[in-house]
């Protein structure tokens, strides 16, 4: 990726003393370090990331603005992440995508240019000055020998100002250019450079403060760099088909925490070797790459302080701090590590560290990114970070001492500050039962809500049944761990039959009895165990009544009793706050979400979750929580309704391995979310891989199956009635009907009205329109009173739309779409439509397959972009272009389709980028389209694709 042409000629020879040899040879030399290398073979072009580096930008990359270059100033692109990011292939395919690479200057920086700012202002001024221009700068300071460097970058702007020719500039490995004397040149040549030119500045390290106080520049970090699951998709595709299955996909992901050049290097050694490892750091290469490209790089006392951080899940300053202040960082007489280990040092080393002390190490969470290394920084954790995932999985793989002893120090390090679930968790982890039960018999019911009981339920096969049944204070903890992880038969049997409790404990014993029937979606008995333990409130903690005011929100919520529901949430929220408990309050703005998501109210359902999220920055601890996961899931399903499917990918990505972290049911909803998007994706095989990974997950965790079964089952009708399997979905609805309950799952509150409108479509497809309708009618009554998008109002109403047209009453069935496209708007309200595209599309293409898209809203272009179906009007799609295309245009058409820019099509099929040019106008022309998408819509609809 980062070749360059005619590198060692600009380097040694020449030295600080440029003027050693002739103008001309000087140009030669100096430019032939900039020319850019082709890009790597099996490179993906980035798409999201090209659309946010062009957010904002008047004009594209390398084209003129179209205002005066006296009034413009230069554009800069700051690229910056650890080593293995994808920054600089990220940077040359974009050049590729946006045609520009042959206005493209790149310059790579070294080492030993850092300490010669003569070479750096040579380099610059060859790389953008064509020979003429150079040639009358270098007479200019052969004749003004005194002109310093901030003069020369002067001279420079004005020479470009005056060749007044488009360019782009990479400047890569600016890492080393961050020294005082470089940094202010770099800033120089960014203020006074004309608008001609674009900046592409590519670095480890993050931008200065004065680089970031120009305003010039766009930004893109590490997390931005970071592989989406659909980008690691496709850069397996090539590799063994084995490494192709979605679970596989997303474990890959998930363990290198999207880092890119591990995931190449991974679909490498399948490709050369076919076969598979427990985890990405056994591969040899990924290792290689972990230790010269981070490890190596740091000094040996950082390398120890390092391998000593692995063993902390989630760092802080505070954290690295306290494990730093017990952790010797160099080799004393007294403590030789073993060879081969992390701790192990050269002689020499040892000699000039043998009186260093452990303060010395000045690590945080700042100097980690001034040392690229991978460290990940997820929304809703505030101070808190941790360490890349592969990272860590290497340094927990190498030899290293004093493991257990570190693991102690955590536990009482949390202990003593109030996270008592991650004082279980690592006291377990150092194998020390008795703290860890000690511990354990202290949580209470704020802790076990909303943090993290994967530790104690990992415990609890360690503790024998007459140890919980000797302790009723153990009894009741873990009733709460079995309830809190979805297995209410576990907790019932835990709390059933207890005698001998006092007024407290009873009351608590309560709250728990109305929190596992909230859980199993008996309404009527939650609701009545709620009202009796709040008749002896006095006898609760605040964080207890806070948890039986959501289990009454909770209820009337499933009633689609909004406004009581809100009215218990406000309660919850007001004893939350009087309580100064975060984690209780952000419980309840987690319910006042779901209230709003079930009134259908989108934009403000996120809003409040952004709003929790954006305060856990601010006061949460770095641990796992099964209230922030519920955050980003929900967040994820909302925006997957809207059609917001990049951002629904994230937002799994962040929430889905958290949940499975802290052993949360609603994973199951981050399943159902990610088997929806790729059912959107049109990948039924990957929806139903998600569907069998949601159910493996929630067996493993021995979750009641009622509580996960039912809507398993209620998603896969939805995946074969949209893959036209209806007779599979009618069996399953059949065999639903005949074993379905009054039980409204407390996650799932949707369940009965999903199951009621399923229903109805597949009788719509199975051809009994009238039953259908009529059923349909029944149920709009029984929601008439709630909001416009409420329940399932809006799929209701484009089922009666599809079920109208069915009777031929198309005039009515069109008012019907388009009432329901009006309602959906305001929220950007996709996902019903998605579900039902296949049955709606005669409907959709007589409302949206019109030429003219110019008064469209942003709803309707999102919509249009996100149907899977052909909006061209049958009369159209059935007319064969005039001209046949040819055998050389198909292929370019198919390359086009692939998503690939006109340079790398010119590069697949070794043509020039004018010839590319020519074939896709000729493509356009013949199809009678104006566009590339059009030209793929046409394409398949005409059957070249």
Known sequence: MK????????????GGDLTASPAPMQWALLRGRSDPAPSAAGVIPRQRLFRMLEEGMAHPLGEHSGTGRSTDSARAWYIWGPAGTGKSTLALTWIEHCDALQKCRWLSFRDEDAADPSRVLALLEAALLERDAFLALRHRLAAEPQLSATDRIWALSQALEQQDKRQILVLDHMERMLVPSLASLFLQLLVTAPGTLDLVLISRRPPTASLEATGQLAFLDSQDLALTLDEARQMLAKSAASITSEPMLEEIRRECDGWVQPVRLFALHARRYGSLVSSLADVPAI?????????????????????????????????????????????????????????????????????????????????????????????????????????????????????????LFLSQWFADRGDRISAVHYAAGAGDR????????????????????????????????????????????????????????????????????????????????????????????????????????????????????????????????????????????????YAADFACESLSAYDHSRIELSKGNLTRAMQLLQSALEQFQLQAGGSATASRSRLFLTQALIAWFRGDWDLADRLLAQGLPEAERVRDPAALLGFCVRAMLHQAYGRTHDAFVAVGQAERQMQHWRIDTANYRPVLDLLKIVLWLEDADSARARSLLVLLETSRNERTPELFPMLPDLQQVLCIRARLKAGDTDGALHELANLQRSQKHLPPLAGKKLYAMLLEAYGTASKGAEDKALRLLKEALELAAEEYYIGPFIELQQELAPLLRRILGTEDHSTETGFLQLLRQRLRIDLSPPAVASTPPGEAISERELAVLELIAQGLSNQQIGDRLHISLHTVKTHARKINVKLGVRSRTQAIVRARALGYL
Not at 3 to 14: G, I, V
Not at 354 to 363: E, G, W
Not at 525 to 531: D, I, K, L, M
């Open 287 to 407: 290792g290689r790459f972990i230790r010269e490209g981070v490890f190596d790089r740091l000094q040996p006392a950082e390398q120890r302080a390092l391998s000593c951080l692995a063993d902390a899940e989630v760092l802080s300053d505070d954290v690295i701090g306290a494990i730093l202040s017990r952790e010797p960082v160099a080799v004393t007489p007294d403590r030789k590590p073993s060879a081969g280990s992390l701790d192990s040092e050269s002689a020499a080393a040892r000699t000039e560290r043998t009186d260093r002390q452990p303060s010395a190490v000045r690590l945080n969470r700042e100097s980690l990114v001034e040392l690229s290394v991978p460290v990940e920084f997820s929304t809703g954790q505030g101070a808190w970070f941790r360490l890349n995932g592969l990272l860590r999985s290497w340094l927990l793989r190498q030899p290293r001492e004093g493991v257990n002893e570190r693991r």
């Open 434 to 577: 008795e703290q860890a039960v000690e511990i354990a018999s202290a949580c209470s019911e704020s802790l076990l809500l909303s943090h993290n009981v994967d530790a104690l339920a990992k415990l609890r096969p360690t503790l024998t049944d007459e140890t919980i049944a000797a302790s009723p204070r153990l009894r009741l903890v873990y009733a709460w761990v079995h309830a809190v992880g979805g297995q209410f038969t576990l907790a019932r049997a835990l709390i059933d039959n207890m005698t001998g409790l006092d007024a407290a404990s009873s009351a608590r014993h309560t709250a728990l009895e109305a929190f596992i029937a909230c859980g199993e979606g008996d309404t009527t008995r939650s609701e009545a165990a709620a009202r009796e333990a709040l008749t002896h409130q006095e006898l609760l903690s605040p964080q207890a009544r806070v948890m039986v005011m959501l289990v009454l929100s909770s209820v009337a919520r499933a009633r689609k009793q909004f406004a009581e529901a809100r009215d218990w949430n406000r309660q919850a929220a007001s004893t939350a706050r």
């Open 3 to 14: 070749r360059h042409l005619n590198t060692d000629a600009a380097n040694d020879p020449l």
